[in-house]
């Protein structure tokens, strides 16, 4: 069996010199290649390796993560497959960071799940993906995952195989019931109604100072998930509404049980019939969040409030 050539390690760095060192060497051997080279890291970060490169860094695609990233399910479909399928038979370099010390607990295990599912939606296609972790500031916890999502390993002594590289286990790991809300709006909705649910998540945006388009955003998360709730849920579902730390929050939840990974990860063709209702979902939110099991899926949705 050939090789995959798809290459993802973890980036293990525990200075800025380091963390320089090793992201330009990527990037520079990559543009000798030939290869397409992007970098999605944090704005900070960003700095230090477009410093570094100087005018080379003219030849790369530099995305801030903090804000391509902010929703971590929002990564695969919009930042790397974004990229490497405008370079179709080309193998890519991207440097992708999109964990930092100031990701809440909901963002961190849902970054947690992204880095997993990269493995899965690369397979068998050119590529590598090479991701920063700072050793200074991530919790072991955060730096024992990075070896359980990443079959490969460096830092500045060297590159060596992952011993403990479990990538369905975090994805599982991640996969857990949410807490409840102190306190929320609720809405049992069918075909007769959603069009109820859209109005009440848009009266508690809009009482939290949501307007304009980030208003439609949310109407249509909404219906989104409605609509998947009515096609493979069951046929009804239940939408709840509340605010928690300066976010608006709209879940719905119903019968049904997501058994593909990817949904709402991959890339649609606008051209294509068929559902692509998580992915707008994950591509408008500012986090998402989904616990499924059989016969029972909750999503959440979030919104960063617009005050």
């Known amino acids: 069996m050939p090789a995959d050539p798809f290459h993802h390690p973890a980036l293990l760095y525990r200075s800025d010199g380091e963390y320089v060192a090793a992201t330009t060497a990527f990037v520079t051997d990559g543009l000798a290649a030939g290869d397409p080279v992007a970098v999605a890291v944090p704005s900070a970060r960003l700095a230090l390796i477009e410093g570094s490169l100087g005018a080379a860094a003219r030849d790369v695609l530099m995305l801030d993560m903090t804000e391509a990233g902010r929703n971590p399910g929002r990564i695969i479909p919009a930042v790397l497959r ?3 399928d405008r370079h179709p038979g080309r193998h890519v370099r991207i440097i992708g960071e999109p964990i930092w ?3 809440t607990r909901d963002e961190y295990a849902a970054c947690a799940q992204h880095e997993a599912l990269i493995n899965l939606s690369f397979a068998g ?3 590598t993906i090479m991701c920063p972790y700072d050793v200074r500031t991530l919790s ?3 730096i024992g995952e990075a ?3 990443h079959p490969v390993l460096r830092d500045a002594s060297g ?3 992952s011993a403990d590289y479990a990538p369905e286990q975090v994805v599982e790991g991640h996969n857990r019931p949410f807490d409840e809300p102190e306190s929320c709006v609720s809405l049992h909705f069918d075909s007769s ?4 649910a859209r109005a009440l998540a848009a009266r508690e945006a809009a009482a939290l100072g949501f307007t304009g388009d980030r208003l439609d955003d949310i109407r249509l998360t909404v219906a989104e998930l409605g609509a998947n709730s009515l096609d493979h849920g069951g046929g009804a579902g239940l939408l709840r509404v509340w605010q928690a730390d ?3 929050v709209c879940e719905v939840s119903d019968r049904g049980h997501i058994t593909d990974p990817l949904v709402g990860r991959r890339p649609v063709d606008p051209r294509q019939s068929g559902s692509r209702g998580l992915l707008i979902v994950n591509l408008l939110s500012d986090l998402v969040r989904v616990h499924t099991r059989p016969g029972a899926t909750t999503v959440r949705a979030y919104f960063d409030s617009a005050s």
Do not use: H, I, M
Not at 193 to 196: E, F, K, Q, T, V
């Open 159 to 161: 590159t060596w195989t």
């Open 82 to 84: 974004g990229f490497a």
């Open 101 to 103: 010390p100031e990701r």
């Open 193 to 196: 109604n959603l069009s109820s």
């Open 246 to 248: 300066g976010r608006l």
């Open 147 to 149: 070896a359980r999502t």
């Open 125 to 127: 296609r050119p590529a």
């Open 140 to 142: 072991d916890e955060v």
